[in-house]
């Protein structure tokens, strides 16, 4: 295989694959295959996302109006499912990005070496 | 398969065409980009399934229970003779655990209908076979040694079996009734609903014209008529003074088609006076507060001078029969 593979795939934690999801469609709409080739590339390669939980996510998200989908055409000519991030999804993104930067902080905090060890 | 299993198989298969695009565009041979495709993209059914499964949302469990069922019942409906010995075999079932039931919880589960029940001993001969074999009864003067020693018991009370003949109050009728000492009603902790239970006095041989109805009887033949206190009823041919009405639904001896009635026999006052009556009644006793049950069931030989009786603890309705 001439693939690019992750030099260690991390196994995404519960729940951020949605902001992931959100956060790769603010920059415009996109099919399935695209979000999965963007979120490897962003990710520098460590970020390989499932087809078995993306495409679960992509429909749940529908489900509750955070992107909306349409059929389209991709630049091949190929019929394709391009998704949308909604005005709600955009809301959700917000508040899911400053969850995510609460818990990165103190993440971050925690797992710090302290400047003064105790003594 | 639905529209929308349409549509997912549709965005899978253009998933890997894209991705056998970009791979060829990289220069892999079609055969081969193929086959990385499909490799990285893993099981296509799969996918579509769970995809399906998150499309549907939480609703999906009851489509699941609907699909379910309508699988067994077309299964069950193939198959009619099955259907029909397993249904069978489940009705059978049913019905013989909910009878057997029914007969252990009147029998060992459902508490006497008495105060305090833990603490009631019936003094008996030993029965020779337990429990299936009914003791013989102590009669009168084993009643009066045993009331001589209540130490060990708060109260001893006699009480005989008897059926009687009601006449005078439309047709006549036999009764299952028992004949008590006035002790009865104190040992068993039960009171008339109505009226008074017997007194001390009435225990004398003489004073013994009274009787006391079951609820029942007293509502099927007296149309539960309130005046009945002090009403003169015949048993056997004797009149006998109504003194009292026990509660709705509690009977003596304790099964629905007896116990239509209370009444006080006479219990000879000493001794002397002793009757035979071809066996008294199985002796009723409370066990004092405090005295472990244990230590008086320790003491199983007799009190008194005679050899033979002992006690067996009355632990269930049928027992005492």
Redesign the interface.
């Known amino acids: 295989?001439?693939?690019p593979r992750g030099l260690s795939r991390i196994e995404l934690l519960q729940g951020t694959l949605d902001l992931i999801i959100l956060q790769t469609l603010r920059w415009g709409p996109r099919?399935?295959?695209?979000i999965?080739?963007m979120i490897r590339a962003s990710s520098d390669d460590v970020l390989q996302v499932?087809?078995?939980s993306l495409?679960?996510?992509?429909?749940?998200l529908?489900?509750q109006g955070w992107i909306a989908a349409e059929w389209g055409t991709?630049e091949?000519k190929?019929?394709?499912?391009v998704y949308t991030l909604t005005t709600k999804g955009r809301k959700q993104l917000e508040r899911e990005r400053s969850q995510w930067e609460q818990l990165s902080r103190a993440m971050g905090a925690i797992l710090a070496p302290s400047p003064e060890p105790e003594s | 398969m639905s529209e929308r299993d349409a549509?997912?198989r549709?965005?899978?298969a253009?998933?890997l065409?894209?991705?056998i695009?970009?791979?060829m565009a990289?220069?892999?041979s079609r055969e081969e980009a193929e086959r990385?495709a499909r490799a990285?993209?893993?099981?296509v059914t799969?996918?579509a399934e769970?995809?399906?499964?998150?499309?549907r949302?939480p609703g999906i469990w009851l489509e699941r229970l609907g699909q379910d069922l309508r699988y067994g019942w077309r299964a069950l409906r193939r198959t009619p003779a099955f259907t029909a010995v397993a249904v069978a075999t489940l009705a059978l079932a049913i019905g013989a655990n909910s009878a057997v039931f029914t007969v252990v919880n009147g029998v060992l589960l459902a508490p006497l209908p008495f105060r305090d029940p833990g603490r009631l001993y019936a003094a008996s001969y030993l029965p020779t076979n337990l429990p299936f074999e009914l003791p013989p009864g102590l009669d009168d003067r084993l009643y009066l040694e045993y009331r001589g020693h209540v130490s060990r018991f708060e109260q001893v009370a006699g009480y005989q079996r008897q059926a009687l003949t009601l006449s005078g109050a439309g047709d006549a009728t036999r009764l299952a009734g028992a004949r008590a000492s006035a002790s009865f009603f104190a040992v068993l902790g039960v009171q008339p609903a109505l009226g008074r239970a017997f007194t001390p006095q009435e225990d004398q041989a003489g004073n013994d014209q009274v009787v006391i109805l079951s609820d029942r009887l007293w509502r099927t033949r007296f149309n539960g008529d309130r005046s009945i206190l002090g009403a003169t009823i015949t048993l056997d041919g004797i009149p006998r003074t109504v003194v009292g009405v026990m509660p709705r639904g509690l009977t003596f001896p304790p099964r629905p088609r007896y116990g239509r009635r209370w009444r006080c026999g006479s219990m000879p006052a000493t001794p002397s006076s002793f009757r035979s009556s071809g066996g008294c009644a199985p002796m009723r006793r409370r066990s004092r507060r405090g005295t472990s049950s244990n230590r008086s069931l320790t003491r199983r030989t007799p009190i008194g001078p005679w050899t033979g009786p002992g006690w067996w603890r009355r632990s269930s309705r049928s027992r005492t029969r």
Do not use: C, K, W
């Not at chain 1, 099919?31 to 695209?34: E, S, V």
């Not at chain 2, 990285?40 to 099981?43: A, L, R």
């Open positions: 295989m001439n693939e099919h399935g295959y695209g999965a080739q499932d087809t078995g495409y679960p996510a992509l429909h749940r529908e489900r991709s091949n190929q019929r394709v499912r | 549509e997912i549709e965005e899978i253009a998933h065409a894209l991705a695009a970009d791979r990289r220069g892999a990385a990285e993209f893993g099981n799969h996918v769970v995809t399906r499964e998150a499309q949302g």
